[in-house]
């Protein structure tokens, strides 16, 4: 009886550690394949394989075979936002932006910029994750509600020059906040974004149109730039907007 009497009272909890165990496992696993939502990596080739290192797209190559754009925007449509976290989300959201982007563009190529075509920013919906929204509606109404961050402004790219460079990468829940802080590293350290003279820096109207977002993150706009460029800014720099040039972010083939 004595011999027998332990194994009665370890059993059960060599029992209950395995449960516990395999609880973990399937929820590490479950959460493992949410991240790997073939979404993403999809998104990732595409972008990869049609946007050059400059942020320039291959508009031509798209319109000639758009298949894959196509199963892209099907992805976009029954995506399951509800029951992803936000980092998922955030992610998605971007992606989905830049990609509707294209594939507005490719729906009315050629053209000679994104405004060519009525209603692209604020008029023609899309699918997005079982819902009907604009381009404007994801990043107004989404994005800049629900995930407040002015670094999304080098992220979100409205194809034409102008905007900062596209990213020839997909935005990756796991990688997110390092890719969002490199792209806006990357745009304010350009020269062809942010026009450094003597005494002077000329920067994207980006900053004029959305200065609520900015002045949320630093106290001016110069402060702002300063955060993340390598050479620094005089404090009595005088700050001006150039021109926004809407011609198309094109790849010439």
Known sequence: MITEFPQLSIQPTILMKKIVLSSLFL?????????QNPFFASADAFLRKN???????????????????????????SFP????GKSEQKAFLINAYNILMIKSVVDHYPIAKPTDVPGIFDKNTHTVAGQSLTLSDIENKKLRVDFPDSRLHFALVCGALSCPPLANTAFM???????????TTKALNNPRFIKAGDGTVAISKIFEWYKADFDRDAKSF??????????????????????YNWALNIKKN
């Open 27 to 35: 929820i590490l696993f479950a959460g493992f394949a949410l991240a």
């Open 51 to 77: 946007v050059d290192a400059d942020g320039l797209v291959s508009y031509t190559s798209i319109k000639a075979s758009p298949g894959e754009l196509k199963a892209l925007v099907a992805q976009i449509a």
């Open 81 to 84: 936002y509800s029951t992803v």
């Open 173 to 183: 829940p796991a990688t997110l906040e390092t890719q969002l802080s490199a792209l």
């Open 222 to 243: 110069l402060d702002y730039l300063n955060k993340y460029r390598t050479s620094k800014l005089p404090a009595d720099t005088k700050v001006t907007f150039y021109e």
